[in-house]
């Protein structure tokens, strides 16, 4: 049997699977985390512990909004006021809380699941902000305004997300010997 034979019996095979996994238990869940399949039956890896590769931070241009993105969802989504929106997607999986916490743990937030139901979820700064978590949910911008979206660019290492920090550090001192911020 040549290659590209055993790789078509393998994807369906894993199809079945799949499909027999999600419909007999009920666990949609299980879809996102076999959703490199096809990559994997090619001999090909997912990259980082969580998908890393599938991971993005950016600043938008326009809005300055930065933005964590796992796979084709924004998952954190800060504001430049400070106000920060969460959304897993629907996939309230092990994957997605872990990458959402890598973004909130930079601005002195976090998400954990609880232990009886793992789908239900709560966010929290450990101080004076708890609540149950929901798809689009917004957390308030309170005293952190603009500083959480450069502390989570600060955060995450990245060079170009680093030069971006110190050019709006620079240019806030800027603005505030200039006298024209308070």
């Known amino acids: 049997m040549s290659t590209v034979a055993n790789i078509s019996l393998t994807t369906v095979a894993m199809n079945i699977l799949v499909n027999i996994l999600v419909n007999t238990v009920g666990r949609a ?6 959703e490199d399949k096809d990559t994997l039956a090619r001999g090909g890896e997912r990259t980082g512990a969580v998908g890393a590769a599938q991971e993005k931070l950016r600043q938008d241009p326009d809005t300055q909004d930065v933005i964590k993105k796992l796979y084709n969802t924004d998952i954190v989504v800060v504001k430049q006021t400070g106000e920060v929106t969460l959304d897993s997607g629907g996939y309230r999986t092990t994957q997605t809380r872990m990458s959402m916490n890598d973004a909130l743990n930079a601005i002195g937030m976090k998400l954990v699941h609880n232990e009886a139901d793992p789908s239900e979820w ?3 700064d450990g101080k004076f902000f708890l609540k149950r978590y929901e798809d689009g949910m917004v957390i308030p ?8 979206g450069l502390a989570l660019l600060k955060a995450s290492g990245d060079p170009s997300a680093t030069a971006a920090v110190q050019a709006t550090e620079a240019s806030d001192a800027a603005a505030l010997a200039a006298g024209i911020v308070p």
Request: hydrophobic share 30%; aromatic share 0%.
């Open 29 to 34: 869940d299980l879809k996102e985390k076999v």
């Open 122 to 124: 709560t966010v929290s």
């Open 141 to 148: 911008a309170g005293q952190a305004g603009r500083g959480r």
